[in-house]
């Protein structure tokens, strides 16, 4: 092969570049932000849910909560359900949500230790590099989209279960924020699936979560009375 420093430059001389002049600007970089992992969120909704589920007493298991086809107890073992299946979705396995487990019956007083313990393994899930790569699930979606369903649950059912028990909650701001947009794409097809309620108005100035809670179908201000 030919030397390249032996070909001949046949630039014209005009044309040439000064080598005194000073090197070009490099082109501005992007100011857009980068979404933090989604490994970070969950880690995230999983502390601020923590609280709530640790306050809740035996004897509020019985309670209505704002999803109405589920009591407290209900509530509770549909979200272990999400928090374990989600870490083989995040694997790229297949998961069956035919039947929920009664995990409270299974780890009796345990039961808010076994769920930190799942949690933590989901993060951990979820932090594997590729995880957010491709499409997993049934749906074949976008993983990262997957990923922000199983942190909609953490966050909205948290909530949920909060105010069936009369518990504070204040949820993680980085997860409201990735959530919205979730639930503006999501939305349609949640309804149709009668996942979603249709969305109740907020008045201006609603807080970030009360918006949130809306387009989910959820009144803000629901009370058991």
Same mark, same amino acid.
Not at 1 to 4: A, I
Not at 25 to 37: G, Q
């Given at each position: 092969?030919?030397?390249?420093q032996d070909i001949p430059d046949d630039t014209p001389v005009s044309e040439q570049a000064d080598p005194t002049a000073p090197a070009p600007?490099?082109? %501005? @970089?992007?100011? @857009? %932000?980068? *979404?933090?992992?989604i490994s970070a969120l969950l880690d995230a909704a999983a502390q601020a849910a923590l609280p709530v589920?640790? &306050? $809740?007493?035996?004897?509020? !298991?019985?309670? /209505?909560?704002p999803c109405a086809e589920y009591d407290v107890r209900a509530l509770l073992?549909? !979200?272990f359900q999400v928090v374990v299946a989600f870490q083989a979705l995040a694997a790229k396995k297949d998961v069956d949500f035919s039947t929920t487990p009664d995990r409270l019956g299974e780890y009796g007083a345990q039961w808010p230790d076994r769920f930190a313990e799942e949690a933590a393994r989901l993060v951990e899930a979820?932090?594997? /590099? =590729? @995880?957010?790569? &491709? /499409?997993? =699930? =049934?749906?074949?979606? *976008?993983?990262?989209?997957v990923g922000a369903m $199983? !942190?909609?649950d953490l966050t909205v059912h948290a909530w949920d279960v909060a105010r069936a028990a009369g518990l504070p909650y204040t949820p993680a701001p980085g997860?409201?924020?990735?959530?919205?947009?979730?639930v503006a794409q999501m939305a349609p097809t949640a309804r149709k699936m009668n996942v979603f309620a249709e969305p109740l108005p907020v008045p201006p100035g609603a807080s970030a !979560?009360?918006?949130?809670? @809306?387009g989910t179908g959820r009144d803000p201000h629901w009370t058991a009375g």
């Open positions: 092969m030919s030397d390249m600007a490099a082109p %501005p @970089a992007s100011t @857009a %932000p980068t *979404p933090p992992p589920l640790r &306050g $809740v007493r035996d004897d509020q !298991l019985g309670l /209505p909560t073992n549909h !979200l979820w932090a594997v /590099p =590729g @995880a957010e790569d &491709g /499409p997993t =699930g =049934g749906m074949k979606l *976008p993983a990262r989209t $199983v !942190l909609l997860c409201v924020a990735e959530l919205r947009t979730l !979560l009360d918006t949130l809670l @809306a």
